[in-house]
T-cell receptor
Framework: KAGVTQTPRYLIKTRGQQVTLSCSPI?????VSWYQQTPGQGLQFLFE???????NKGNFPGRFSGRQFSNSRSEMNVSTLELGDSALYLC????????????????FGNGTRLTVT | AQTVTQSQPEMSVQEAETVTLSCTYD???????LFWYKQPPSRQMILVIR??????QNATENRFSVNFQKAAKSFSLKISDSQLGDTAMYFC?????????????????FGKGTKLTVNP
């Protein structure tokens, strides 16, 4: 079974631009979560999608948005990029159903390294 | 609010020896799960072990075991017979299961991580 695939692996953008990151979950997984990883803040939860609906959201500004398609693939968009948005963005999928992720382990992709200059 | 604290930013161990990574957490929920994830230099986070809060028995996975002390809210990871491939960042994580419909409580919260180096 193929793992979680994130594209692109690396991205360099300029302040003020916008960016879209893509994530393809493991086949059969309907829950997709996004995390931002930085040396200072560690791993911070962005949002979780299940069956095309955002089920949970972290404490990030509205510049960060996402969506999930009917095939469970997910995209994350960041508009008006700031220097502080430079980070590794990790996507994870799980077999979670019902009300939330619960105890279902997350399966992570290799991440997209975003650099904002 | 849920918090996870890993008090050891860096640790090192000799190959074949045993090392214990510490983790403490806080949650007001009674139903929750705890995890240890490993992130090698390749960046991909990999699940090491999972513990259900209502199970008293400590989880084990081959050379990896946990010491789950629910009253103390402690969840340490023991790695036996350390191998060079164990070199990685290790993250402790917690997810609390809130009441149905609340939605906001089911977020996986990570600690800041412990960088483990296994020396030959």
């Amino acid at each position: 079974k193929a793992g979680v695939t994130q594209t692109p692996r690396y991205l360099i953008k300029t302040r003020g631009q916008q960016v879209t990151l893509s994530c393809s979950p493991i086949s059969g997984h309907r829950s997709v979560s996004w995390y931002q990883q930085t040396p200072g803040q560690g791993l911070q939860f962005l949002f979780e999608y299940f069956s095309e609906t955002q089920r949970n959201k972290g404490n990030f500004p509205g510049r960060f948005s996402g969506r999930q398609f009917s095939n469970s693939r997910s995209e994350m968009n960041v508009s008006t990029l700031e220097l502080g948005d430079s980070a590794l963005y990790l996507c994870a999928s799980s077999l979670a159903k019902g009300e939330g992720i619960g105890g279902s382990p997350l399966h992570f992709g290799n991440g997209t390294r975003l650099t904002v200059t | 609010a849920q918090t996870v604290t890993q008090s050891q930013p860096e640790m090192s161990v000799q190959e074949a020896e045993t090392v214990t990574l510490s983790c403490t957490y806080d949650t007001s929920e009674n139903n929750y799960y705890l995890f240890w994830y490993k992130q090698p230099p390749s960046r991909q986070m990999i699940l090491v072990i999972r513990q259900e809060a209502y199970k008293q028995q400590n989880a084990t996975e081959n050379r990896f075991s946990v010491n789950f002390q629910k009253a103390a809210k402690s969840f340490s990871l023991k790695i036996s017979d350390s191998q060079l491939g164990d070199t990685a960042m290790y993250f402790c994580a917690l997810i609390s299961l809130g009441s149905p419909g609340e939605g906001g409580s089911e977020k996986l919260v990570f600690g800041k991580g412990t960088k483990l180096t296994v020396n030959p």
